[in-house]
C-alpha cells in the first residue's frame, strides 16, 4: 500500500530556504505512469500547487513560484524534495506530497505544517 | 492562468438529503476537472476526475457532471462522514494546476 510521508524543518527563519522530503514506500517512484508532486495550503491561498517530477520525463513548475524553487528525486532512496529559497511569512502553509496520475493527484500524503519566523 | 470559482462558499444540507456543488471556471476547461474532500486534519482525497469518474473506492452516492466552463458535483443520501471541505481542480491547461477556494458542507 502506497504510503507518503513528508519530512523537515517545522520553522524557517525569513529568507532563508525551506527544504522538504517526501518519502515513499509501497509503490516504485520509477513507474512510468506516475509523476510526483508537491502542493501546499494555508488559509489565505487555499490549494496551490508547487510543482511536480518524472523520473525521467522531467520537472513543471507553478510559474508563480518557479523563480524560487526546486523539486529533485533519489531513486535511490524512493525520496523527492522540495527546496523554496527566499521564504516570506507568505510561505507559511502545511506542505503536501502527492502522486500524480493523469494529472490527478491520487494519493497525499498527511502534510506537514511549515511556518516561517524569525 | 485558469481560474476555477466554487459556489456556494458554504451549503447547509440535512442528513439523507441530496447537496449540489458548483464549480465554475474562467475559460473552458474540456472536462478536465477533478473534485476532492478534505476532512478536518486531513489531507485532500480525489473523488472525481475526467468531471464524471469515480475514483478507486469512492461511494456512488457521489456524481459529477459538467461541460465546457460549468462543473457540479452531486452528493445524494448525504452521511455524517460527507460534511467536509470540497475542492475542484483543473488540470486542462497546466502548469500549474488550479484549485477552487472551497465550498464547506455544513450539517443543518
Known amino acids: 500500500q502506497l504510503q507518503l510521508q513528508e519530512s523537515g524543518p517545522g520553522l524557517v527563519k525569513p529568507s532563508e530556504t525551506l527544504s522538504l522530503t517526501c518519502t515513499v514506500s509501497?509503490?516504485?517512484?520509477?513507474?512510468?505512469?506516475?509523476?510526483w508532486g508537491w502542493l501546499r495550503q494555508s488559509p489565505g491561498m487555499g490549494l496551490e500547487w508547487i510543482a511536480n517530477?518524472?523520473?525521467?520525463?522531467?520537472?513543471y513548475y507553478n510559474p508563480s513560484l518557479q523563480s524560487r524553487v526546486t523539486i529533485s528525486m533519489d531513486t535511490s532512496k524512493k525520496q523527492f524534495s522540495l527546496r523554496l529559497n527566499s521564504v516570506t511569512a507568505a510561505d507559511t502553509a502545511v506542505y503536501y506530497c502527492?502522486?500524480?496520475?493523469?494529472?490527478?493527484?491520487?494519493?497525499w500524503g498527511q502534510g506537514i505544517k511549515v511556518i516561517v519566523s524569525t | 492562468e485558469i481560474v476555477l470559482t466554487q459556489s456556494p462558499a458554504i451549503l447547509s444540507v440535512s442528513p439523507g438529503e441530496t447537496a449540489t456543488l458548483s464549480c465554475r471556471a474562467s475559460?473552458?476547461?474540456?472536462?478536465?476537472l477533478a473534485w476532492y474532500q478534505q476532512r478536518p486534519g486531513q489531507a485532500p482525497r480525489l473523488l472525481i476526475y475526467?468531471?464524471?469518474t469515480r475514483a478507486t473506492g469512492i461511494p456512488d452516492r457521489f456524481s459529477g457532471s459538467g461541460s465546457g466552463t460549468d462543473y457540479t458535483l452531486t452528493i445524494s443520501s448525504l452521511q455524517s462522514e460527507d460534511f467536509a471541505l470540497y475542492y475542484c481542480?483543473?488540470?486542462?491547461?497546466?502548469?500549474?494546476?488550479?484549485f477552487g477556494q472551497g465550498t464547506k458542507l455544513d450539517m443543518k
Open positions: 502527492a502522486r500524480e496520475y493523469g494529472a490527478n493527484l491520487v494519493s
Open positions: 509501497g509503490a516504485s517512484i520509477t513507474h512510468s505512469d506516475y509523476y
Open positions: 517530477i518524472h523520473y525521467t520525463a522531467g520537472t
Open positions: 475559460q473552458i476547461i474540456a472536462s478536465n
Open positions: 475526467g468531471a464524471s
Open positions: 481542480q483543473q488540470y486542462s491547461i497546466w502548469p500549474p494546476y488550479t
